[in-house]
């Protein structure tokens, strides 16, 4: 038999001070009066927490001395934890007011029985309180004022909140606080599912989270382990197979790291708001993490100081569902800190599909439409085909999917420049030009800057029908309120053409064609590579360069990003979302079957308002009229008997006897209005409607 360390008397002393810790207890229970007088908790801050739209952790950042402390909600947390932490530690919890007089006995006479302290006789509220406010002596003084806090606490808190102090404020070891801390560091996953054998390693560690870090010290964190499960089991809490199965499982070797997906867009939201404690983002974690995975193999095969960025919009709501910018943030050689999905770059050809767009709704071509590639000049500006080349005459549609580029810039004057820039504007597509400088001719070629995300959006409005949302990136009320309204950039059967266009663009060699409408394009001096594409669902667009600008040979749109386009999609879900089906007034015909205005465009078509062709007399030019929801619009024109009227390119109707045409507009927006005699001359006007309030 061993020798007691203290002799009786000291051993009965300390039974009566204990003793009398208990008589206190009950005195401050039976004088809780005091609780409304009970002063206010601490401030407990909590990491700044990122989440994704379904609030899946994307980010969390630490707190300014480096802790890590996730606030915690009981609900989300395995109930198999809870019930073994509260069996363990407190299993009066939710019998007591604070303080457990039996446990303070039993304490006190396992003290007296063995002569040292083997329980403290704490409850998991007066761990609470010593965890919100720590004191460093462990004298009779200290844990009275445990105790009486403890009071206070159970009187102005539910046992849940009071267990979600427990869960956010207790220590795992090293820099961790908080069971969701805990689980996400030692298991790589949030707590609301445990094993037996993680739900007893976090139940063990705060007991003595140095002593017991299972990444440095294995034995004594797996000795505490066992110590839980070994007491549980014999209070009936689990059966022995059970017990036996997590005794055996492994303990983690090491720490892993805490969530970083979406690094730039939780850095931005974070920025824009600095005070929130949680940000919702629009971003779905799955997609987001499929495409961190792709950028990083394709980083790999990169020259050095190249880097990737991605963008995904969806094409209904304009939601950002990634944000995709490099494949390592600390890669300084690829400005892996620059978010380079709003970085403005040259766009090269990839603002061609609007101007097609445009000139569809005008009325000015069709997509069998013939158009000349051939040496021109539009003034001083001369320009050429990306490979020196001339194709003659062609469909728009072919000159669109081989991305000619003097047909691009004959359907840019004749729809105009600055029109474009107002459509891209609506797009939520900032086009930004040089001080001083105006929308020209070469804008439609990547004379201007863009960044990617806006050209999701532009793109991501083309596969919504012409209707676009300004790029939605977080989920916050205010936010949602303010990005819900939506534009109509291009008509419904303008953007089908589209659709149906850029559907049959040769794909990348080895890649399946037709599942997709995509885009490439290629700036000055191989400076950037561009793809953007969609579905019926949602929008990728895809960027390729070096950040710093400089020029890289062969660095070209459809050979460098277009494959990654098409990898991006194929990560994304199995098979596309279909495109959506034709408008009841898209016109699908053979070039000889068109209206002979339609059938071949040539320099100079656009409508010109001389006086041998029918003008529009009213509405005039950029004119904004007041409507009321139930009466017509009138169009009054001169120079012909009878004029087909065209409403953002589609026919609408033919003027009466006296050039008077009455139509009921669909909605309130930008509307372009043609008129066209027999002979195919015409005119046309933009307007903007506007509902009267």
């Known amino acids: 038999m061993s020798e007691n360390p203290r002799p009786l008397w000291q051993r009965c002393m300390a039974g009566g001070v204990l003793a009398g810790v208990i008589f206190a207890a009950g005195s401050y229970a039976w004088l809780a009066g005091v609780r409304a007088a009970a002063p206010p908790l601490p401030a407990i801050a909590t990491s700044v927490e990122v989440l994704d739209r379904d609030g899946r952790l994307l980010r969390p950042f630490a707190l300014p001395d480096g802790r890590w402390r996730l606030a915690a909600d009981p609900s989300l947390v395995d109930r198999r934890y809870i019930d073994m932490l509260i069996a363990y530690e407190d299993k009066r919890f939710y019998d007591h007011s604070g303080v457990d007089p039996l446990a303070l006995l039993r304490a006190a006479w396992q003290f007296v029985s063995h002569g040292r302290i083997v329980s403290g006789g704490s409850t998991l509220t007066m761990q609470v309180a010593r965890l919100l406010e720590p004191r460093p002596d462990r004298t009779l003084k200290a844990k009275l004022a445990e105790m009486r806090r403890a009071i206070e606490l159970e009187a102005r808190f539910s046992k849940a909140e009071i267990l979600k102090l427990y869960m956010t404020l207790a220590p795992f070891g090293g820099n961790l606080e908080g069971v969701r801390a805990a689980s996400l560091a030692y298991f790589g996953k949030e707590p609301r599912r445990l094993s037996l054998a993680e739900a007893a390693l976090l139940v063990a560690l705060p007991q003595a989270p140095e002593a017991r870090r299972p990444d440095r010290q294995a034995s004594a964190a797996g000795s505490g382990r066992r110590r839980v499960i070994e007491r549980l089991e014999k209070a009936g809490l689990f059966g022995g197979p059970e017990a036996r199965f997590a005794l055996a499982a492994d303990l983690p070797e090491r720490r892993r790291e805490l969530p970083s ?17 949680v940000h919702r983002l629009a971003i779905e974690a799955a997609v987001q993490e499929r495409l961190e995975a792709l950028a990083a193999e394709r980083a790999a095969t990169l020259e050095p100081g190249v880097s990737l960025a991605m963008v995904v ?14 494949s390592d943030r600390q890669n300084r050689a690829r400005a892996g800190a620059v978010d380079l999905t709003r970085a403005l770059r040259s766009p090269g050809s990839t603002l061609k599909p609007l101007i097609y767009g445009m000139a569809f709704e005008d009325g000015l071509v069709h997509p069998e439409t013939l158009i000349e590639d051939r040496p021109m000049r539009f003034g001083a500006y001369r320009p050429r085909n990306f490979d020196l080349d001339y194709q003659g005459v062609v469909s728009v549609k072919r000159a669109l999917q081989m991305s000619l580029n003097v047909p691009a810039v004959a359907l840019l004057q004749a729809v105009g420049p600055q029109r474009l820039a107002s459509r891209l504007d609506a797009a939520g597509t900032e086009l930004r030009l040089p001080p001083g400088d105006v929308p020209g001719l070469a804008v439609g070629l990547g004379g201007a800057g863009v960044t990617l995300e806006g050209l999701a959006a532009l793109y991501a409005a083309i596969g919504n029908g012409g209707v676009a949302h300004p790029p939605s990136r977080r989920l916050d009320d205010a936010v949602v309120q303010q990005g819900i309204e939506r534009r109509r950039i291009l008509s419904p059967v303008a953007s089908w053409y589209l659709a149906q266009a850029l559907s049959g663009a040769p794909p990348p060699r080895n890649v399946r064609g037709g599942l997709i409408a995509f885009k490439t394009g290629t700036s000055f001096g191989y400076r950037d590579a561009w793809s953007v594409g969609f579905d019926g669902r949602r929008t990728v667009a895809v960027w390729i360069g070096r950040p710093d600008g400089q020029p890289v040979p062969g660095m070209i749109g459809r050979e460098r990003a277009a494959p990654l386009l098409f990898d991006a999609f194929a990560r994304l879900a199995s098979r596309p979302a279909p495109l959506l089906p034709p408008p009841r007034d898209a016109l699908m015909a053979k070039n000889n079957e068109l209206p002979p205005p339609l059938r071949r ?13 029918p003008r529009i007399a009213f509405p005039p030019p950029g004119a904004t009229l007041d409507i009321e929801p139930s009466d017509p619009v009138a ?7 009878v004029l087909s009227v065209l409403i953002d390119g589609v026919p609408a109707g033919i003027t009466d006897a006296a050039g008077v045409f009455l139509w009921q507009p669909a909605r309130e927006g930008f509307v372009r209005l043609t008129v066209m005699d027999a002979a195919g001359l015409s005119d046309s006007v933009s307007i903007r409607l506007r509902v009267s309030r």
């Open 313 to 326: 919009i969806d094409n209904a709501s304009g939601e950002v569902l990634a944000r995709v910018s490099g």
């Open 261 to 277: 997906l979406a690094f730039h867009a939780a850095e931005a939201a974070r920025r824009e708001r600095p005070a929130a404690p």
């Open 601 to 613: 465009f040539r320099d100079g078509d656009a409508p010109t308002g001389t006086a041998s062709g």
């Open 635 to 641: 169009l009054k024109a001169r120079g012909g008997e």
